[in-house]
């Protein structure tokens, strides 16, 4: 199996990339469950002023139909305005690009955001919609059948992990 | 156990009761409404799950309040929403039940949303509809409404958090109320650890202790240590017969007034289903005063029935 680059060195390395980049309309938005690990991360070394938003984009899924409602959608909260706003989308892994299309039509029932950017620890390839992201810790291959996620331990260190689909 | 209910793989194809779903369904329905009530609170208060999708409100009884707040969760799912007055609709001109779903079926229905004065409706339509529709039941007769003893529950939820320490206290027309049974069982369901039922003898169903409920005819000594008071509606026009002397009778002994609460706990919530009759089982200054939910309880109606719907439309 191929050795995976290290969660926690890539973060900074994202946080080193965004730091310049920041304005005084920036805030960071974190989708359930990986990204938001990873933004509450990004949030805290960037020392962001504006609370840090959380989204599940159950409710905006493209799959409802085929798979229902997922059994614990999380919370979204979005404690700030997004009129306005240069956001900041952080997930821990690119891949057909569906969730981040979900999550963009949920924000813009939040309001009108300035701009939108897409921060993402790790791009698999195999996209279905055209969205790219804007800063990416690192391009992976992955094997068809695989899923690659973030995992996070007790301690609250990030890993990124190799399993079969479904598992 | 053939629920007919659930669906093959144990999940929540129709809701007609709250009676025999498990304690795992119950949990997700209150989890996911939670996630629905933030939905009302934001600019666009509209997600696109149910977009395409038909409701068809099927109301053989009158109702504004649950019905208006169905049709709000629907058209806050994106579904598009068709309310049916039966009364005044073919049921009157002798078309059957079955045939009347039968030609909505044709109109492509998703989602039937079912009030009916007779007891075991819903679960009638259910049986007949067509894998993809879903049945829930709004109230039948005096047996069941699944959605407003979830909207209970989920109040109960919202303001103790837990179940597992409560002391519940339901007080009123338990015989004709359906929703001191679907609240009942929900209660007993998530591990609520003392439900009471408060009533006169004429107004208690006969073996209502089956149930899992303590009994009280002291409204007083019922409401004792209480952390949630339900009060539920005399409901005139069920009553058949002579089972109370007078409103102001009831009032004296199972009103509820401000002196009586105060042998609640001293942070005890008061809940009324609705349509409130004040100075009959509640006293205004109750009603309206600082431990009452009543009108949360409403705006909650709203994020459970979007759950309930959202729920059975994607099994």
Redesign the interface.
């Known amino acids: 199996m191929t050795r995976l680059p290290d969660a926690e060195k890539l973060c900074q390395q994202l946080a080193a990339e965004l730091k310049p980049r920041l304005g005084p309309k920036s805030a960071m938005v974190g989708l359930y469950t990986g990204g938001a690990w990873l933004a509450e991360r990004l949030h805290q070394l960037l020392d962001m002023k504006s609370p840090l938003g959380l989204m ?1 984009i ?3 899924r493209d799959d ?2 085929a ?3 997922k ?8 404690p700030f305005d997004v009129n306005g706003a240069e956001l900041l989308l952080v997930d821990d892994v690119l891949y057909s690009g569906r969730t981040v299309r979900a999550a963009m ?2 924000l ?4 009108r955001p300035a701009s939108i950017s897409l921060v993402v620890l790790a791009d698999r390839g195999g996209r279905q919609l055209p969205i790219c992201p804007q800063y990416c810790g690192a391009e992976l291959e992955v094997p068809a059948g695989m899923r690659l996620r973030l995992k996070r331990d007790e301690a609250g260190k990030l890993e990124l992990a190799m399993e079969k689909q479904g598992e | 156990m053939n629920n007919p209910q659930l669906n093959a793989k144990g999940e929540l194809q129709h809701l007609l009761s709250i009676e025999g779903l498990p304690r795992e369904i119950l949990t997700q329905i209150l989890d996911t409404a939670e996630s629905f009530a933030d939905v009302t609170e934001r600019e666009v208060k509209k997600v696109p799950l149910l977009r395409g999708k038909s409701v068809f409100n099927l109301f053989f009884e009158p109702s504004t309040r649950t019905r208006t707040t169905f049709e709000i969760a629907a058209k806050r799912l994106s579904a598009d929403v068709i309310n049916l007055n039966i009364a005044i609709s073919s049921q009157t001109k002798g078309e059957s039940l079955l045939d009347t779903v039968a030609n909505l079926s044709a109109m492509q229905a998703d989602i039937f949303v079912v009030r009916h004065n007779s007891s075991g409706a819903p679960f009638l339509i259910a049986r007949h509809v067509k894998p993809h529709e879903h049945v829930i039941n709004a109230g039948d007769g005096r047996h069941a409404h699944p959605t407003q003893g979830l909207l209970d529950l989920f109040t109960i939820r919202h303001y103790k958090k837990d179940f597992s320490r409560l002391t519940v206290a339901i007080v009123g027309d338990i015989l004709h109320s359906r929703v001191a049974r679907s609240l009942i069982h929900g209660l007993t369901t998530l591990g609520a650890p003392e439900v009471r039922v408060i009533g006169p003898q004429t107004l208690l169903p006969t073996g209502v202790e089956a149930l899992g409920v303590r009994v009280f005819h002291d409204m007083r000594e019922g409401l004792r240590g209480a952390d949630a008071v339900v009060m539920l509606r005399l409901q005139n026009e069920r009553m058949g017969g002579a089972l109370l002397p007078s409103a102001q009778e009831f009032n004296k002994h199972y009103g509820l007034t401000a002196d009586k609460l105060a042998l609640a706990k001293p942070d005890a919530i008061v809940m009324h289903p609705g349509p409130m009759n004040r100075g009959v089982e509640i006293d205004s200054s109750v009603a309206d005063g600082p431990h009452s939910v009543i009108l949360p309880q409403v705006t909650f109606g709203i994020a459970v029935r979007m759950a309930v719907m959202s729920i059975v439309a994607g099994n």
């Open positions: 599940d159950a409710f905006y409802y139909a798979r229902g409602l059994h614990d959608p999380k919370r979204t909260k979005i039509n949920e813009f029932d939040y309001g």
